[in-house]
């Protein structure tokens, strides 16, 4: 049975009114069946208090409300909510492991609502990283499953396969998160306690969840085996096993590393990641998937036109090298007085450079860039 915290859908709750769905105990124990009522705010408090839960499979007709009237957050403040989201999946990594599932369920519900408000900015969160640093671990392992759901949504898989996706790599290096968020700002050569923990992460992730009580072995398969290789040249088993799931982790876990800055090398960019990404594994549609759903110029890139103008792709075009750009800059590099949306499918328009982030001659906040994407 899969469940999500009741706290993450207390949106479908009205007080007096007659529940859409059963509401369950930490252990999964039905506490009030579908139909019945919660009285007041304090059994409500009672409830999240106690760790209340509902079975996904539930939700599916339930959720639509909470999602129409989760879109009235402004664009400006997406940017906000996912630094909260961040913040609370730093505390996925210190629950106690009788707590882990539950954290990891509700982080998960606030991360997928913040992709459904904006596909395109939450994949620019990848693209730009605008947190100026913070925590590697858990900031790869966000982007990771960011890129995983994108991909598992452009190959059409259902709603609960893209959860599964989802977080199997939001926890794929659970056992490693704090070292990789050493090893980001180190530059000498690993040390041999390192190599051993890094070597053992798969096996030890999965112990981590097994003790927290996940038991979907798609989910537990594709962590132990996302560093394995089709020719056995993998790590920890060295064994030629996987599973589509796993494959699909290995290249978001590949792909997502390569946009982010480590102190041994700089990001390069979505254009050159699916490059690397293609040479490794040119005959997979999981790969391809990934690729594409991304886009040669993804969301948040900083890009210059013919024209000479500058701007910040706001969302994919028809075509991959034809992206909707909000110009930002006039041809001779002046700041505009206000963005045009430019359709770079007309030659004069077209692309003519990918840009670093901070290419631009003025500061755009992340917020403003948000509003941009969102509203693109």
């Known amino acids: 049975m899969r469940v999500c915290s009741l706290s993450s859908v207390q949106n479908c709750i009205e007080l007096g009114q007659p529940l859409p769905f059963s509401v369950r105990d930490a252990s999964q124990q039905l506490l009030l069946a579908r139909g019945q009522v919660i009285a007041d705010t304090q059994q409500l408090e009672d409830l999240f208090h106690r760790g209340a839960m509902v079975e996904v499979e539930e939700l599916a007709g339930v959720l639509q409300p909470v999602r129409r009237s989760a879109r009235a957050r402004r664009p400006d403040q997406l940017p906000a909510a996912w630094d909260h989201c961040s913040h609370d999946m730093r505390q996925v990594l210190s629950a106690a492991p009788d707590q882990l599932a539950g954290a990891v369920d509700r982080v998960t519900d606030q991360l997928l609502a913040l992709i459904q408000e904006s596909p395109e900015v939450a994949l620019a969160q990848i693209v730009r990283q605008p947190g100026g640093g913070g925590h590697y671990g858990i900031n790869h392992s966000i982007h990771a499953a960011t ?59 999965v112990q981590m969840l097994s003790e927290a009580g996940i038991t979907d072995a798609a989910w537990l398969d594709a962590v132990r085996l996302h560093h394995e290789l089709p020719d056995g040249s993998g790590y920890p088993a060295g064994t030629s096993e996987s599973s589509e799931l796993a494959e699909m982790l290995r290249f978001a876990d590949v792909y997502t590393a390569l946009l982010s800055d480590r102190a041994d090398r700089p990001a390069i960019s979505a254009r050159q990641a699916g490059r690397e990404l293609h040479q490794m594994a040119a005959t997979s549609p999981l790969a391809g998937a990934l690729i594409k759903s991304f886009g040669i110029f993804p969301p948040g890139s900083v890009v210059r036109l013919a024209s000479g103008e500058m701007g910040i ?57 948000a509003g941009l994407i969102a509203g693109g």
């Not at 396969?161 to 968020?181: C, E, P, V």
């Open 147 to 205: 890129a995983c759901q994108a991909a598992a949504h452009f190959l059409g898989w259902n709603s609960d396969d893209q959860r599964r996706a989802f977080q199997a790599a939001l926890t794929m290096n659970i056992a490693m998160a704090d070292l990789q968020a050493r090893l980001a700002t180190q530059v000498s050569p690993l040390t041999a306690r390192q190599r051993e923990a890094i070597h053992d992460h798969p096996v030890r992730g």
């Open 313 to 369: 792709v706001v969302r994919n075009g028809e075509k991959a090298y034809h992206p909707r750009v909000a110009i930002l800059t006039t041809a001779t590099g002046e700041p505009r007085r206000a963005p045009l949306v430019r359709d770079t499918s007309r030659d004069s328009h077209a692309v003519a450079s990918l840009l670093s982030a901070h290419a631009l001659p003025m500061h755009v906040s992340e917020q403003t860039i």
